[in-house]
Each structure stands twice: as structure tokens, then as C-alpha cells.
């Protein structure tokens, strides 16, 4: 008897433990308490994330000539928030696409000075300056940051592109115009550092959608509420 009685008192107990801890759990949970130790996205008591958009590496050193004929480097980017694309002005295909989805970023930003855009020609021996230069009026490439950025060779744009922004560029089909190249979006910060939202399951994107393609949509309109994220900086 004295040991069923025993039985009983040891499960009494461990009943009394599980609803103290369930309790309290639950208590914790409606303060928010809890806090999410995931090193991409800790969250603050009132749930609100204290490092929005994840940073990766440095953009690499770079020197090209805009189409106004200037020499322009990753220095003349500094303090300023960018964005970077590759394109050619020949592109039968996603190019045309991409740069009216830039347009409306440039509109968005038209006044700030501390904004600009990197778009860099996979083309250099046909985009001259010249033809950069008209390229930007038939498009109407206004913002005084935006620099359409030619003057090297195809290995060496090639090479900054894959390597260094590890944003596909390279030698394609004809129906692409003989060169491929991605249709994404890098954003780059004050300091040159690529960044990027998450996604919903808190992994960083690294770049933006600039076209719908598979079943998802574009991501310009994240694209521009990240790019003020960061000018707030």
C-alpha cells in the first residue's frame, strides 16, 4: 500500500510541474518574451526586427567611363545607396524590360543626392559612351547618379559581374542578342556593402527580381521600400 501510495504522491507532483511550466510558458509567450536567437533576424520584445536587411561582402574596386565621358569608380559611390545591374543597349530581350522597372526607381528617388544607379554594359566594344549617351535619352536616364558604365574589356566586366557581384554575365544564344546575363537587382549601401531583405522563412534573397518569371512576381516595390531603408541609415 505505502508504495502505490508513493506512486501516486511522485505522479501528483509531476502533474503540479507540468502545468506550472505550461503556464508559464504560455504567460511568456503573450509578453513576448520569447526572443528568436537566429543570427540572421533576432527579434526584440515587441517583435520588431533589429537587423532588417543582411549584409554580405564588399563590392569589389571597379573603374569605368559613363556616358558623359567621365571616369567613374566604386569611390564616386561612397556615402550613397546604389543599385547594380548588367544589360547591353543592343538586348532584344530583358534589358528593355529591366531599365523601365529602373526608371521607376530613379523616379522615386529623383531628388536625393544620395542615391544613384550602377548599370554596367556586358558590351563595352558596341556601348560607347556615344551610344550610351543616346541610350540614356531614348530612356530617359536622368538622375545625375545613374552612370551607364562601359570602357573595359568584355573579360574584365565579365569577370567583375560573375566574380565579384556573382551576377551572371556571359556569351548566350542569338535569339538573346549573342549574350545572356541576369535580370536581378544588386542594392549596395553607404559603406559598398551588398544587402538584401528575407525572405519568409528568414533567409537573406542576396538580390531583387526585376522581372516576374516562374510563377513570382517582380521585386521592385521591396526593392524601393529597402533602398529607403537604407538612405535612413
Known sequence: MNKKYSYIGVSFIILLFGIYVVRNLDSRINDNDLVQEDRLNKVDKKGTSKNDLYTFNKVPDFEFIDQNGTTISNKDYEGKVYVVEFFFSTCPTICPLMNKKMVTIQDKFASNS????ASFSIT??????????EYAKV???THKNWHLLTGKGEEVVYDLANKGFK???GK??????GFEHSGLFA????EGNIRSRKDEY???IMY????????????VKELKEDIKILLNE
Open 114 to 117: 544620395n542615391f544613384g544607379i
Open 202 to 204: 528568414g533567409n537573406p
Open 172 to 177: 548566350g544564344a542569338e535569339e538573346h542578342g
Open 187 to 190: 542594392l549596395v549601401d553607404k
Open 124 to 133: 563595352p566594344d558596341i556601348d560607347t559612351p556615344e551610344v550610351l549617351k
Open 139 to 141: 530612356n530617359q536616364i
Open 167 to 169: 551576377l551572371f554575365a
Open 208 to 219: 531583387y527580381r526585376a522581372l516576374s518569371e516562374q510563377g513570382f512576381a517582380d521585386q
